[in-house]
């Protein structure tokens, strides 16, 4: 059977918006539209993969497709239907058994799914991939509910959609013939034929991008999955005496005490530790590298500012922060009634949700310099993502 590839790309992407039509748009380090193209070209089923594209768009294509074996594209019409017709019929003079009709705007296919409409394809003419609807959907007129409709006899459909070749090549003609316009689907132009659709299972993550925000979550979640994988964790201690004072600062929050913590800059033992932590992961030295004691710049400064360099230097890297885990020992004062605060404070300092910052404290049982209250220390590990 030899099937052929049509991928519609005609569109504008009104509704996404932006600079170019979504399908030229970047998803991760390459264009939408060539997601698309590289997951039919390379699938050993496809014969051939023919693009439709809009009017205007040849520099957009050209740019978007630069080295992929593709032959030349065909320009769509004004609306999907128009452009699949015409994408069926620059498959004629190919003369092939099947054709996959599929959404730019869909780059997420796997091969898996495409394997299964072609296979299905073998003893039926009409193949759609499609997932049951998880969701109660009722029936409104003005606000006011018809009915409610039966859940296990509804789809959400799917591209790519598979047919044989003449029967949706004839039946897209019969759809000129008998004026039939706004069929959304491929599926529609072959009922309005009288043709049997039959279904396989589609993907959820083969969805469609509609809207800027699909773009932008699909990028979120491809940067999550795909890119950051260089994985690595720092660790970082710190210690600091006491001295008669007022009020100690601990993860940037000022808490009152008998004692203050003696340093150059506020002494805030834990934000050191975490600057070291932080630091550690990208093989940067350590605080006193980036902000030496000998400076008097950075007397009495508020630690806040070590641990933002230190995620700008992460940052500068392209790392973000995984999660960070904080350790303090001290037997005075309570840390407990301030970790709430505590750990609002690192969030925003971070630019991390509260379940990726732990705080946790402990005595040392009275043992030791800690033990005596002669001061305290604070250890910090932190997981980072970098490209
Ligand atoms: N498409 C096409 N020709 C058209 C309209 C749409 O080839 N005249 C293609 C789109 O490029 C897309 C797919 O059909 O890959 C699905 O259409 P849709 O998601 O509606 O894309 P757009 O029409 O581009 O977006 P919008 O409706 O928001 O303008
Ligand atoms: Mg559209």
Not at 35 to 49: M, R
Not at 271 to 286: F, K, M, P, S, V
Not at 328 to 353: F, R
Request: with cysteine.
């Amino acid at each position: 059977m030899k099937v052929m590839a049509v991928i519609v790309a005609a569109g504008s992407g009104l509704r996404a918006g932006g600079e170019k039509p979504k399908q030229y748009q970047m998803l991760g380090d390459k264009p939408v539209l060539r997601h698309t193209l590289e997951a039919f070209i390379t699938h050993p089923l496809i014969a051939k993969v023919i693009t439709v594209i809009g009017e205007g768009h040849d520099a957009l294509f050209h740019e978007a497709s630069m080295g992929l074996e593709l032959s030349a594209p065909v320009t769509g019409g004004a609306s999907r239907q128009e452009s699949c017709r015409l994408g069926i019929e620059a498959c004629v003079n190919d003369s092939p058994d099947a054709v996959l009709i599929h959404d730019a705007a869909r780059p997420f296919i796997s091969h898996n799914v495409i394997t299964a409409v072609i296979e299905k394809l073998r003893d039926a003419a009409a193949v759609i991939p499609a997932l049951a609807v998880a969701d109660t959907i009722k029936q409104a007129r003005d606000g006011i509910i018809g009915k409610t409709l039966d859940r296990s006899a509804l789809f959400y459909v799917q591209t790519p959609q598979g047919f044989h070749f003449d029967k949706i090549r004839a039946a897209y003609r019969n759809a000129v013939e008998k004026k039939l316009s706004a069929l959304t689907d491929d599926a529609s132009v072959a009922e309005a034929s009288g043709i049997a659709v039959h279904i396989v299972p589609g993907d959820e993550k083969n969805h469609k991008l509609t809207t800027m925000e699909d773009i932008r979550k699909a990028n979120r979640d491809l940067g999550e999955k795909t890119q950051l994988t260089d994985i690595r964790v720092g660790s970082g201690m710190d210690f600091h005496v006491f001295e008669k004072g007022k009020s100690l600062w601990l993860c940037g929050v000022e808490i009152p005490h008998t004692h203050k913590l003696k340093g150059h800059s506020d002494a805030d033992v834990a934000l050191h530790a975490l600057t070291d932590a932080i630091l550690g992961t990208i093989g940067e030295g350590d605080i006193g590298t980036h902000f030496p004691p000998s400076d008097p710049h950075w007397k009495n400064a508020r630690s806040k500012i070590f641990v933002t360099k230190a995620r700008e230097l992460l940052e500068a890297k392209g790392g973000v922060i995984a999660n960070v885990d904080i350790t303090i020992l001290a037997e005075a004062p309570k840390v407990s009634p301030h970790l709430v605060a505590m750990k609002a404070a690192l969030s925003e300092m971070l630019g991390i949700t509260l379940d990726r910052i732990a705080i946790k404290a402990t005595t040392t049982e009275k043992m030791g310099a800690i033990g005596r209250k002669e001061g305290m220390a604070a250890m910090a590990t932190v997981t980072v993502r970098l490209p």
